[in-house]
C-alpha cells in the first residue's frame, strides 16, 4: 500500500507498506521522487530502507512498524528544517557583519544613522542563538537502549544529516555575530556618551565665542572712532 | 540624489533675487505706491524672502552633500578639503565679483557671495558638533546681533541706503561681523539652522522625517507677526528685546524670525508636495536648471543689467552711475527681469545639452 503525506508545514512524505520478505529496497521511481528535493540519502536497516532529501522522504517498511518509523523520520526532518532555516539567516547575515565590521572598531558621527540598524541586527542574532539554544539538545541525545528500529533510523539519519556537527558550525558563527555586534553596541554607546558630553563643550564654545565676538566688535568700534 | 523641493525653492529664491535686483538697480525704489514704486506695494515685501531662503537651502544643500561624500566612502579629511576650497572659491569670487560689477569701491561691501563662502568655512569647522549647540549658535548669533549694531554704530556706516565702509581694518571687520550687506551676525543663522534641520526633513534611507521644523516655523512666524502686529497698533515692545521693525538691512530680529520661520514651513511642504510623486515634470526640469546654474545665475543677471548702466554712463562722458536705478521706469525693470529669467533657461539647457559648465563646473573642477 503505498499513499503521500503533504502537510503544509511538514516535508513530503512517501510511504511504502510491505511485509518484511517483500522488502528489497526502494523503487527507483521513489528516489526519483525523492531526488526532487535535493540531495539523496539513504539509508537500509533491518529491512526498513528510507531516502530523504531537504522537503522530501520516502520510507519502505513493513506495516506494523509504519508508524514509528514514519514520527522518526518526521522528527528528523522537522528538526533538519529548523537548523537550515537557522543556517540560511545566519548565512543571509554575512554581507551585513562584513559592512557592520569596521564599526565594532571606531564608530563615527556618519555612523549615527546606523544605530538603530545595529541594534535590530544585534536582536537577530541573539534570536538565533535563542533558536538554536532550543534545537541542540535534540540534534546530539543519547542513543536509546534497547534501540528500536525507530530509533536507529532517527540516529542514523541524524548522523547522515550531520545534525549535530551543523550545530557545533552555527553555534561558532553565531558567536562571530555576537561578538561583532556586542562590539558595535559598546562602540555607538561609547560615541553617543562622548557625544552628549561633546555637545556640552560645543555649547561653552558657542557661548565663548559669542563673548569675543562682542569684544572684538567693541574693540573694532573703538578702533574705528 | 536631487530633491525636486530643493530645486523648486532655490529656483524661486533666484528668480525673486533677479526680480529685486533689476526692479532696484534699474529704477528707484523705496518710494510711496503713488509714485508707481514696485517696492512701496506689500506684494513686494515676500521678495524679502529670497536671500533667507536661499542661504537656509546652503546649510541644507551641505549637509546633504556631505552625507552623499560620506555615503561614496570619501574620508572626512576629503571631505573637509574640499569644503574649505569651496568656501574659499566662493570668498574669492564674492570680491572679484564686487570689483567687477560694483567697482573697486565697493570690493568690500560684504555681499551674498562672501557670506555663503565664510559659512561655508564655518560648517566645516562645525560639522561633527551635534544638533543643540548648532541652534544655540544660531539663536546666540540673532539675539546679539541688534547690541553689536549698536556697539559698531550700524548707522555711521550705511549713507542714503547704502553700505559704505571706510578702507580701514576696523571698518571692514565691522562689515564682515555685524553692519555690511550680509554680515555674519545675524545672516550666520539661516545656514546653520538649514544644516540641522537638513536631516529632519531628508532622513537617511531607513529614517524617519521629524516635524520640529514646521512647528518652529510656526512658531517664529506667529512671533514676528504678532511683534509686526503689536508695532503697527501703536505697542512699544520692551526695550531689552530690541525689536526695530521689518528691516533686511539691518537684518532685524522680526526679519530674521519672520523669513527663517516661513522658509522652515515651506522646506517639508515643498518636500511632501514635490519629492514623493512623479519627479520628472516640467516644473522640476525647469527648477533643476535654474538650481544646478544658480551661482552662474547670479552672477549672470547682475553683468547683464549693471554693466550697461556703466557702460552707458561712461559712453556719456558722465558718472558711471548716473543711470543707476534711474535707467527704467520700475514696471519697465520688472518686464526686463522677467525676460531675462526667460531666456536664461534655455540658455542654460544649451549649456547642459552641450557639456558645457557654468561657474559651478568651474567650481567642481577646482575645488573637489
Known amino acids: 500500500m503505498t499513499h503521500v503525506d503533504t502537510p503544509t508545514t511538514e516535508p513530503e512524505l ?6 518484511p520478505e517483500e522488502v528489497a529496497g526502494l523503487s527507483a521511481a521513489a528516489i526519483a521522487w525523492v531526488a526532487a528535493g535535493g540531495p539523496v540519502q539513504s539509508i537500509a536497516l533491518h529491512g526498513a530502507a528510507v531516502a530523504w532529501s531537504p522537503g522530501r522522504a520516502a520510507i519502505l517498511v513493513a506495516a506494523e512498524r509504519v508508524e514509528a518509523v514514519r514520527a522518526a523520520v518526521l522528527e528528523f526532518c522537522r528538526h533538519d528544517r529548523d537548523l537550515r532555516a537557522i ?7 554575512w554581507p551585513d557583519i562584513e559592512a557592520d565590521a569596521p564599526l565594532a572598531f571606531e564608530f563615527r558621527d556618519r555612523d549615527m544613522d546606523r544605530r538603530a540598524g545595529l541594534g535590530e541586527r544585534f536582536r537577530r542574532s541573539v534570536a538565533l542563538r535563542a533558536r538554536l539554544a532550543r534545537l541542540a539538545p535534540h540534534l546530539d541525545r543519547p542513543p536509546l537502549h534497547p534501540p528500536t528500529l525507530a530509533s536507529q533510523v532517527g540516529e542514523r539519519l541524524r548522523e547522515r544529516g550531520r545534525l549535530a556537527e551543523r550545530a557545533g558550525f552555527l553555534d561558532g558563527q553565531l558567536a562571530v555575530h555576537e561578538r561583532v555586534y556586542d562590539l558595535c553596541g559598546q562602540r555607538a554607546s561609547d560615541w553617543a556618551i ?10 561653552i564654545v558657542v557661548l565663548l565665542a559669542v563673548e569675543t565676538v562682542l569684544i572684538l566688535v567693541d574693540l573694532l568700534a573703538a578702533g574705528g572712532t | 540624489m536631487r530633491y525636486p523641493s530643493i530645486d523648486v525653492l532655490r529656483s524661486l529664491a533666484i528668480a525673486m533675487m533677479v526680480i529685486v535686483h533689476f526692479v532696484e538697480n534699474l529704477s528707484a525704489w523705496y518710494g510711496s505706491p503713488g509714485d508707481g514704486d514696485l517696492t512701496a506695494h506689500g506684494f513686494w515685501r515676500p521678495t524679502g524672502l529670497a536671500a533667507p531662503l536661499f542661504t537656509l537651502l546652503t546649510g541644507v544643500s551641505y549637509r546633504l552633500w556631505v552625507r552623499r561624500r560620506e555615503a561614496r566612502g570619501d574620508s572626512d579629511e576629503a571631505i573637509t578639503r574640499s569644503s574649505v576650497r569651496r568656501g574659499l572659491f566662493l570668498i574669492g569670487l564674492g570680491f572679484v565679483f564686487n570689483v567687477l560689477v560694483w567697482l573697486p569701491e565697493d570690493t568690500f561691501n560684504w555681499d551674498v ?19 543643540g549647540p548648532l541652534l544655540l549658535a544660531a539663536v546666540a548669533a540673532v539675539a546679539v546681533s541688534p547690541a553689536l549694531r549698536e556697539l559698531a554704530d550700524y548707522d555711521s556706516f550705511w549713507t542714503q541706503g547704502y553700505f559704505d565702509p571706510g578702507l580701514t581694518l576696523g571698518d571692514v571687520g565691522l562689515g564682515f561681523l555685524c553692519t555690511g550687506y550680509f554680515p555674519v551676525f545675524p545672516w550666520i543663522a539661516f545656514p546653520l539652522v538649514g544644516y540641522v534641520t ?8 531607513g529614517g524617519s522625517a521629524t516635524g520640529w521644523p514646521m512647528v518652529a516655523g510656526a512658531a517664529l512666524v506667529a512671533c514676528a507677526g504678532t511683534a509686526m502686529v503689536a508695532r503697527s497698533a501703536g505697542g512699544e515692545p520692551p526695550a531689552w528685546l530690541r525689536l526695530q521693525g521689518w528691516t533686511m538691512f539691518p537684518a532685524t530680529v522680526e526679519y530674521v524670525c519672520g523669513t527663517l520661520g516661513a522658509a522652515l514651513l515651506a522646506l517639508p511642504l515643498a518636500h511632501r508636495l ?3 510623486g512623479t519627479r520628472d515634470t516640467m516644473l522640476t526640469r525647469v527648477a533643476g536648471t535654474f538650481s544646478r546654474h544658480a551661482l552662474s545665475i547670479y552672477l549672470l543677471h547682475h553683468a547683464v543689467h549693471i554693466w550697461p548702466l556703466w557702460i552707458w554712463g561712461a559712453a556719456a562722458g558722465a558718472d558711471v552711475t548716473t543711470h543707476w536705478q534711474r535707467a527704467l521706469p520700475a514696471p519697465m525693470a520688472l518686464a526686463v527681469a522677467i525676460l531675462f529669467l526667460v531666456c536664461a533657461y534655455p540658455l542654460f539647457r544649451w549649456l547642459e545639452a552641450t557639456g558645457r559648465d557654468g561657474v559651478e563646473g568651474l567650481m567642481r573642477w577646482l575645488c573637489d
Open chain 1, 14 to 19: 512517501l510511504v511504502v507498506e510491505a511485509r
Open chain 1, 87 to 93: 543556517e540560511a539567516d545566519v548565512a543571509a547575515g
Open chain 1, 194 to 203: 562622548a557625544r552628549r558630553s561633546r555637545g556640552l563643550e560645543w555649547a
Open chain 2, 113 to 131: 557671495l562672501t557670506f555663503i563662502g565664510a559659512a561655508l568655512l564655518l560648517l566645516t569647522a562645525c560639522r561633527g558638533a551635534s544638533s
Open chain 2, 198 to 205: 537638513a536631516p529632519a526633513v531628508f532622513p537617511v534611507r
Open chain 2, 274 to 276: 514635490l519629492d514623493r
